[in-house]
């Protein structure tokens, strides 16, 4: 029987982290949720999940973008893959260079579920971040 992948996702709307934590637990993942920025890299760091999933602005700011670097900067959460999901496309456009070069994946709000079953599943079978433009349209 396959492990249960673990996903964390960080996101300041209640109603995006339910339904989150309800499509993909019906799909099989063990989903954790954080509501808010602020302690989101300690509480990831100690339960060192599979795979990250996380919003770029959190109170109108892109906070999202610290924690992304934070968990890819440190040696114990490097190797999590990271998704980045958020509807501030100009200002993911302006850091997709710096994403793709750390290999985060992103997706643009709104999406389809699909598409993020997608995403984690491409995220969940990369060994190791390799630098590439992997957002799925």
């Given at each position: 029987m396959p492990?249960?992948?673990?996903?964390?996702v960080v996101n300041d709307h209640q109603d995006f982290l339910e339904l989150l934590?309800?499509?993909?637990g019906e799909e099989g993942y063990e989903v954790t949720t954080i509501a808010k920025h602020q302690g989101?890299?300690?509480?990831?760091?100690?339960?060192?999940?599979d795979i990250v999933v996380c919003d770029l602005?959190?109170?109108n700011a892109p906070a999202g973008w610290a924690l992304l670097d934070m968990l890819y900067l440190d040696p114990t959460t490097r190797a999590i893959p990271l998704i980045l999901c958020s509807?501030?496309?100009r200002h993911v456009q302006e850091i997709a260079p710096s994403l793709a070069s750390k290999?985060?994946?992103w997706l643009e709000?709104?999406?389809e579920l699909e598409k993020l079953l997608e995403m984690l599943q491409k995220a969940g079978t990369e060994a190791t971040r390799k630098?590439?433009?992997?957002k799925i349209d």
């Open positions: 492990t249960q992948k673990r996903v964390t934590a309800e499509f993909l989101a890299f300690e509480q990831i760091k100690a339960s060192q999940p602005m959190f109170d509807a501030a496309t290999g985060i994946l709000k709104p999406f630098p590439s433009t992997k």
